[in-house]
């Protein structure tokens, strides 16, 4: 089986994505903080695939160390999902508190690049690196410096590791607005419903995940679904 770790798996894009893993035969290695909520995702999946959960923070380097270690020898995919808004509603950077946009440049830049360095040794030859992103990344919306950029620090990321890395294959993918807690957090008491549903943005990843497309920045939107990998 081909196996795959997929941070912040416990709702939203992790959760729609994990479930079309499964159903497409994936090994998966899933992580959230929330432990209960983790636990009843594996309870879910384990009916259809091999699923180990491990609850914890990817800012951690133990917690990082555990998932890589269940993975076992080879990984095909590692998928960056885990992200914080930061505070809730978004102050102007003028305002923004430093101590909190470290710890969102800690999960948002450095864990996912920690964990690619832990995986790089078992990561299998053409293996597939996705770290999600935001439009938040590239277009300088009023109210989001703190997390726009460490998706715009992360995309740098993804970019130079691609260069370095040719053997791999590379994404930053944009998943587009969904309705999710996050997304719910950005805008505290106001009414997200219109915003798609993550499930809509998971067959553009598994068109990257599954198929051949070089390595960049993609819009989930924009992925030729439909079309066999």
Do not use: C
């Not at 999902?81 to 440049?105: F, I, K, M, T």
Request: aromatic content about 4%; cysteine-free; hydrophobic content about 45%.
């Amino acid at each position: 089986m081909t196996t795959a770790i997929v941070t912040g798996a416990s709702r939203g894009l992790g959760l729609a994505l994990v479930r079309a893993l499964a159903e497409r035969g994936w090994r998966l290695v899933i992580d959230a903080r929330g432990a209960e909520a983790l636990a009843a995702v594996r309870d879910e999946l384990a009916a259809r695939t091999d699923v180990v959960a491990i609850a914890g923070d990817v800012a951690d380097d133990a917690h990082r160390r555990e998932l890589v270690a269940a993975a076992g020898p080879r990984v095909e995919l590692l998928v960056n999902n885990a992200s914080v808004l930061g505070p809730s509603p978004q102050p102007a950077l003028a305002d923004y508190p430093l101590d909190v946009l470290e710890r969102v440049y800690r999960v948002n830049v450095v864990a996912p690049l920690a964990l690619f360095q832990l995986a790089l040794p078992v990561l299998a030859p053409g293996a597939r690196v996705v770290n999600v992103t935001s439009d938040a990344a590239v277009e300088p919306y009023e109210g989001w410096g703190g997390y726009g950029s460490s998706k715009a620090a992360l995309e740098q990321v993804t970019n130079v590791l691609a260069a370095e890395h040719p053997d791999l294959r590379v994404y930053a993918v944009d998943p587009g607005d969904m309705n999710t807690q996050l997304h719910q957090e950005a805008y505290p008491g106001e009414d997200i419903s219109d915003r798609q549903p993550p499930e809509d943005s998971v067959p553009g990843l598994v068109v990257l995940v599954e198929g051949d497309l070089p390595s960049g920045r993609y819009r989930a939107s924009e992925l030729p679904v439909g079309v066999e990998p």
